[in-house]
Protein backbone atom coordinates (compact mmCIF):
# COMPACT_ATOMS: atom_id res chain seq x y z
CA UNK A 1 0.00 0.00 0.00
CA UNK A 2 1.20 3.33 -0.95
CA UNK A 3 2.72 5.32 1.86
CA UNK A 4 0.45 8.51 2.12
CA UNK A 5 3.28 10.76 3.40
CA UNK A 6 5.59 9.89 0.36
CA UNK A 7 4.16 12.88 -1.91
CA UNK A 8 4.35 15.47 0.59
CA UNK A 9 7.84 14.58 1.45
CA UNK A 10 8.82 14.96 -1.92
CA UNK A 11 7.15 18.39 -2.32
CA UNK A 12 8.64 19.49 1.04
CA UNK A 13 12.14 18.05 0.09
CA UNK A 14 11.78 20.04 -3.43
CA UNK A 15 10.43 23.04 -1.82
CA UNK A 16 13.94 23.11 0.52
CA UNK A 17 16.13 21.97 -1.98
CA UNK A 18 14.96 24.89 -3.93
CA UNK A 19 15.50 27.38 -1.14
CA UNK A 20 18.67 26.18 -1.13
CA UNK A 21 19.45 27.61 -4.41
CA UNK A 22 17.86 31.48 -3.80
CA UNK A 23 21.21 33.05 -3.20
CA UNK A 24 23.01 31.80 -6.38
CA UNK A 25 20.26 32.76 -8.16
CA UNK A 26 20.08 36.25 -6.67
CA UNK A 27 23.97 36.78 -7.21
CA UNK A 28 23.68 34.98 -10.69
CA UNK A 29 21.20 37.85 -11.40
CA UNK A 30 23.39 40.71 -10.75
CA UNK A 31 21.08 43.18 -9.59
CA UNK A 32 20.98 44.81 -6.43
CA UNK A 33 18.86 43.84 -3.72
CA UNK A 34 16.06 46.07 -3.43
CA UNK A 35 15.34 45.12 -7.34
CA UNK A 36 15.14 41.68 -6.73
CA UNK A 37 13.05 41.62 -3.86
CA UNK A 38 10.86 43.86 -6.13
CA UNK A 39 10.83 40.79 -8.98
CA UNK A 40 10.28 38.39 -6.89
CA UNK A 41 7.57 39.92 -5.27
CA UNK A 42 5.89 41.17 -8.26
CA UNK A 43 6.46 37.49 -10.42
CA UNK A 44 5.56 35.55 -7.18
CA UNK A 45 2.38 37.68 -6.35
CA UNK A 46 1.04 37.78 -9.98
CA UNK A 47 1.21 33.85 -9.89
CA UNK A 48 -0.03 33.57 -6.80
CA UNK A 49 -2.98 35.33 -7.19
CA UNK A 50 -3.73 33.46 -10.72
CA UNK A 51 -3.11 30.43 -8.14
CA UNK A 52 -5.37 31.49 -5.57
CA UNK A 53 -8.16 32.29 -8.47
CA UNK A 54 -7.84 29.46 -9.98
CA UNK A 55 -8.33 27.57 -6.66
CA UNK A 56 -11.49 29.78 -5.62
CA UNK A 57 -9.85 30.56 -2.77
CA UNK A 58 -11.13 34.15 -2.99
CA UNK A 59 -14.65 33.08 -2.63
CA UNK A 60 -16.02 34.01 0.56
CA UNK A 61 -12.98 35.64 1.78
CA UNK A 62 -13.92 38.62 3.64
CA UNK A 63 -10.61 40.07 5.48
CA UNK A 64 -11.12 43.03 8.45
CA UNK A 65 -9.67 46.07 8.32
CA UNK A 66 -7.41 44.15 11.32
CA UNK A 67 -6.72 41.35 8.92
CA UNK A 68 -5.90 43.88 5.93
CA UNK A 69 -3.60 46.13 8.48
CA UNK A 70 -1.52 43.03 9.95
CA UNK A 71 -1.16 41.21 6.38
CA UNK A 72 0.58 44.74 5.10
CA UNK A 73 2.12 45.26 8.62
CA UNK A 74 3.73 41.44 7.71
CA UNK A 75 4.93 42.06 3.61
CA UNK A 76 6.71 45.07 4.94
CA UNK A 77 8.66 43.18 7.60
CA UNK A 78 8.94 40.27 5.02
CA UNK A 79 10.41 42.28 1.93
CA UNK A 80 13.02 44.19 4.23
CA UNK A 81 13.89 40.88 5.38
CA UNK A 82 15.09 39.86 2.04
CA UNK A 83 16.58 43.25 0.77
CA UNK A 84 18.71 42.61 3.93
CA UNK A 85 19.31 38.73 3.20
CA UNK A 86 19.74 39.70 -0.13
CA UNK A 87 21.80 41.98 0.63
CA UNK A 88 24.58 40.10 3.12
CA UNK A 89 24.89 37.55 0.28
CA UNK A 90 27.19 39.37 -1.52
CA UNK A 91 29.11 40.73 1.95
CA UNK A 92 29.67 37.40 3.53
CA UNK A 93 28.65 34.12 1.53
CA UNK A 94 25.40 32.26 0.42
CA UNK A 95 26.02 29.47 3.09
CA UNK A 96 27.05 31.58 5.68
CA UNK A 97 24.14 33.88 5.55
CA UNK A 98 21.47 31.22 4.98
CA UNK A 99 23.29 29.40 8.64
CA UNK A 100 23.14 32.87 10.24
CA UNK A 101 19.39 33.46 9.19
CA UNK A 102 18.54 30.26 10.90
CA UNK A 103 18.78 31.87 14.27
CA UNK A 104 15.17 33.41 13.12
CA UNK A 105 12.90 30.67 14.97
CA UNK A 106 14.59 31.28 18.42
CA UNK A 107 14.41 34.57 17.82
CA UNK A 108 10.43 34.48 17.54
CA UNK A 109 10.19 32.11 20.47
CA UNK A 110 11.55 35.26 22.11
CA UNK A 111 8.91 37.52 20.28
CA UNK A 112 6.00 35.33 21.66
CA UNK A 113 7.27 35.43 24.76
CA UNK A 114 7.64 39.15 25.36
CA UNK A 115 4.24 39.73 23.40
CA UNK A 116 2.17 36.77 23.78
CA UNK A 117 2.80 36.08 26.78
CA UNK A 118 3.76 32.41 25.57
CA UNK A 119 6.04 30.45 28.51
CA UNK A 120 9.73 29.89 26.94
CA UNK A 121 11.22 26.07 28.20
CA UNK A 122 14.75 26.06 29.18
CA UNK A 123 15.31 23.51 26.37
CA UNK A 124 14.68 26.69 24.23
CA UNK A 125 17.17 29.15 26.13
CA UNK A 126 19.72 26.41 25.99
CA UNK A 127 19.02 26.18 22.23
CA UNK A 128 19.31 29.75 21.32
CA UNK A 129 22.47 30.42 23.40
CA UNK A 130 24.23 27.44 21.56
CA UNK A 131 22.71 29.18 18.39
CA UNK A 132 24.06 33.06 19.25
CA UNK A 133 27.37 31.55 20.68
CA UNK A 134 27.83 29.68 16.77
CA UNK A 135 26.62 33.34 15.24
CA UNK A 136 29.95 34.82 17.82
CA UNK A 137 32.26 32.31 16.08
CA UNK A 138 31.23 32.84 12.53
CA UNK A 139 32.04 36.79 13.75
CA UNK A 140 35.18 35.80 15.18
CA UNK A 141 36.18 34.34 12.12
CA UNK A 142 35.42 37.49 9.84
CA UNK A 143 38.65 40.06 9.48
CA UNK A 144 36.54 42.76 7.29
CA UNK A 145 37.63 41.11 3.96
CA UNK A 146 36.55 38.82 1.47
CA UNK A 147 34.69 36.02 1.04
CA UNK A 148 33.29 36.78 4.73
CA UNK A 149 32.83 40.36 5.99
CA UNK A 150 31.35 41.06 9.76
CA UNK A 151 28.56 43.23 7.94
CA UNK A 152 27.22 40.61 5.80
CA UNK A 153 26.73 38.11 9.06
CA UNK A 154 25.02 41.25 10.87
CA UNK A 155 22.94 41.94 7.81
CA UNK A 156 21.86 37.93 7.91
CA UNK A 157 21.05 38.45 11.84
CA UNK A 158 19.11 41.30 10.98
CA UNK A 159 17.36 39.96 8.47
CA UNK A 160 16.51 37.01 10.88
CA UNK A 161 14.68 39.20 13.11
CA UNK A 162 12.42 40.96 10.74
CA UNK A 163 11.21 37.34 9.60
CA UNK A 164 10.83 36.62 12.95
CA UNK A 165 8.63 39.44 13.19
CA UNK A 166 6.63 38.60 10.03
CA UNK A 167 6.45 35.47 11.28
CA UNK A 168 4.84 36.92 14.98
CA UNK A 169 2.35 38.64 12.71
CA UNK A 170 1.31 35.44 10.70
CA UNK A 171 0.74 34.13 14.16
CA UNK A 172 -2.79 36.46 14.40
CA UNK A 173 -3.35 35.62 11.18
CA UNK A 174 -3.94 31.75 11.70
CA UNK A 175 -7.86 32.08 10.30
CA UNK A 176 -6.18 33.03 6.55
CA UNK A 177 -5.73 31.08 3.88
CA UNK A 178 -1.89 30.71 3.68
CA UNK A 179 -1.30 31.65 -0.22
CA UNK A 180 -4.18 34.33 0.72
CA UNK A 181 -1.77 36.09 3.25
CA UNK A 182 1.33 35.75 0.98
CA UNK A 183 -0.65 36.99 -2.21
CA UNK A 184 -0.89 40.37 -0.21
CA UNK A 185 2.08 40.36 1.45
CA UNK A 186 3.83 40.21 -2.17
CA UNK A 187 1.94 42.79 -3.35
CA UNK A 188 2.98 45.11 -0.57
CA UNK A 189 6.13 44.45 -1.04
CA UNK A 190 5.76 45.53 -5.03
CA UNK A 191 4.13 48.48 -4.25
CA UNK A 192 6.91 49.32 -1.64
CA UNK A 193 9.48 48.46 -3.36
CA UNK A 194 8.65 49.98 -6.79
CA UNK A 195 10.44 53.41 -6.06
CA UNK A 196 13.34 51.69 -5.29
CA UNK A 197 13.73 51.27 -9.03
CA UNK A 198 15.13 54.75 -9.85
CA UNK A 199 18.17 54.02 -7.38
CA UNK A 200 18.37 50.85 -7.99
CA UNK A 201 16.65 49.42 -11.36
CA UNK A 202 16.32 46.24 -12.67
CA UNK A 203 18.88 44.52 -15.16
CA UNK A 204 19.47 45.94 -18.38
CA UNK A 205 20.42 42.34 -19.47
CA UNK A 206 18.13 39.81 -20.85
CA UNK A 207 20.29 36.89 -19.00
CA UNK A 208 19.58 38.94 -15.86
CA UNK A 209 15.95 39.42 -16.36
CA UNK A 210 15.48 35.60 -16.95
CA UNK A 211 17.34 35.03 -13.32
CA UNK A 212 14.96 36.94 -11.70
CA UNK A 213 11.80 35.45 -13.56
CA UNK A 214 12.91 32.12 -12.35
CA UNK A 215 13.15 33.32 -8.95
CA UNK A 216 9.51 34.67 -8.95
CA UNK A 217 8.30 31.79 -10.51
CA UNK A 218 9.98 28.93 -9.36
CA UNK A 219 11.58 30.13 -5.90
CA UNK A 220 8.68 31.57 -5.05
CA UNK A 221 5.04 30.96 -6.25
CA UNK A 222 6.15 27.07 -7.13
CA UNK A 223 7.93 26.65 -3.63
CA UNK A 224 5.31 28.01 -1.71
CA UNK A 225 2.56 26.37 -3.68
CA UNK A 226 4.66 22.77 -2.61
CA UNK A 227 5.30 24.12 0.97
CA UNK A 228 1.75 25.08 1.47
CA UNK A 229 0.35 21.36 0.23
CA UNK A 230 2.67 19.56 2.00
CA UNK A 231 3.92 20.93 5.68
CA UNK A 232 0.57 20.01 7.04
CA UNK A 233 0.77 16.60 6.61
CA UNK A 234 4.10 15.20 7.78
CA UNK A 235 4.79 14.94 10.91
CA UNK A 236 7.17 17.46 12.88
CA UNK A 237 10.09 15.99 13.37
CA UNK A 238 10.21 14.86 9.62
CA UNK A 239 10.09 18.70 8.74
CA UNK A 240 12.63 19.07 11.14
CA UNK A 241 14.73 16.53 9.52
CA UNK A 242 14.02 17.50 5.45
CA UNK A 243 14.35 21.07 6.41
CA UNK A 244 18.17 20.14 6.70
CA UNK A 245 18.21 20.23 3.16
CA UNK A 246 17.87 24.09 2.97
CA UNK A 247 21.45 25.16 4.84
CA UNK A 248 22.76 21.98 3.43
CA UNK A 249 22.22 22.76 -0.59
CA UNK A 250 22.87 26.27 0.59
CA UNK A 251 26.28 25.95 1.16
CA UNK A 252 26.88 22.82 -1.49
CA UNK A 253 26.36 25.79 -3.87
CA UNK A 254 28.39 27.93 -2.26
CA UNK A 255 31.31 25.89 -2.42
CA UNK A 256 30.91 24.36 -5.76
CA UNK A 257 29.63 27.08 -7.90
CA UNK A 258 31.06 29.85 -5.76
CA UNK A 259 34.28 28.55 -4.61
CA UNK A 260 33.83 29.36 -1.11
CA UNK A 261 36.11 27.63 1.69
CA UNK A 262 34.87 27.00 5.09
CA UNK A 263 37.24 27.59 7.73
CA UNK A 264 36.75 25.59 10.71
CA UNK A 265 35.70 28.14 13.23
CA UNK A 266 33.07 28.81 10.05
CA UNK A 267 31.90 25.29 10.03
CA UNK A 268 32.13 25.13 13.73
CA UNK A 269 29.79 28.15 13.93
CA UNK A 270 27.27 26.99 11.47
CA UNK A 271 26.61 23.65 13.16
CA UNK A 272 26.25 24.80 16.17
CA UNK A 273 23.58 27.06 14.62
CA UNK A 274 21.97 24.39 12.53
CA UNK A 275 22.05 21.99 15.95
CA UNK A 276 20.27 24.67 17.82
CA UNK A 277 17.67 26.24 15.76
CA UNK A 278 16.63 23.16 13.57
CA UNK A 279 16.31 20.60 16.23
CA UNK A 280 12.75 19.07 16.65
CA UNK A 281 10.58 20.20 19.71
CA UNK A 282 9.67 17.91 22.22
CA UNK A 283 5.97 18.32 23.28
CA UNK A 284 5.04 20.63 20.75
CA UNK A 285 1.29 21.54 19.66
CA UNK A 286 -0.36 19.12 17.05
CA UNK A 287 -0.11 20.23 13.95
CA UNK A 288 -2.39 22.10 11.98
CA UNK A 289 -3.75 21.56 8.41
CA UNK A 290 -3.72 25.46 7.52
CA UNK A 291 0.51 26.00 8.41
CA UNK A 292 2.23 26.82 5.89
CA UNK A 293 7.13 28.26 5.69
CA UNK A 294 8.12 26.61 8.32
CA UNK A 295 7.50 26.36 11.98
CA UNK A 296 7.00 27.69 14.90
CA UNK A 297 5.00 30.42 12.50
CA UNK A 298 7.16 30.49 10.43
CA UNK A 299 10.28 30.07 9.30
CA UNK A 300 12.05 30.69 6.22
CA UNK A 301 11.67 27.89 6.08
CA UNK A 302 13.42 26.04 9.20
CA UNK A 303 12.43 27.08 12.69
CA UNK A 304 11.67 25.09 15.91
CA UNK A 305 9.54 22.71 14.19
CA UNK A 306 5.71 23.09 15.05
CA UNK A 307 4.70 23.71 11.58
CA UNK A 308 3.73 27.30 10.53
CA UNK A 309 3.08 28.62 7.72
CA UNK A 310 5.83 29.46 5.14
CA UNK A 311 7.43 32.54 3.93
CA UNK A 312 11.27 32.32 2.68
Same mark, same amino acid.
Given at each position: MRNPETRPVLQWSAAMALSGTIGAVVLESGAAAPAVAFA???? !???? $?? /?????????? !?????? #????????????? %???? %? +?????? &?????????? /??????????? +???????????? @???? #?? !???????? /??????????? /? #?????? $????? *?? $?? &?? @?????????????????????????? +???? &?? *?? @???????????????LGTVHTAVMYVLMYASIGKLPTTTVALLSYLYPVVAVVVDVLAFGHRLSWPEGLGMLAVLAAALAPQRGGRPRSRTTGESVTRGSDPCGTRTPARPRR
Open positions: RCLV !GGVL $LV /VWCLARGYFR !GWHPTR #RDLLLAALGGVLL %VANW %V +LLFTSY &ALSSIGVSTV /VYHTQPLILVG +LAAAFLGEKVAK @THLA #RA !GVAFAGVV /VISLSAHGGQP /V #RFAGIA $LALGA *AV $LY &AG @TSFVAKQLTHVRPHLLAAVQLAVGTV +LLAP &AL *AF @TPLPHSVPGLLWLVL
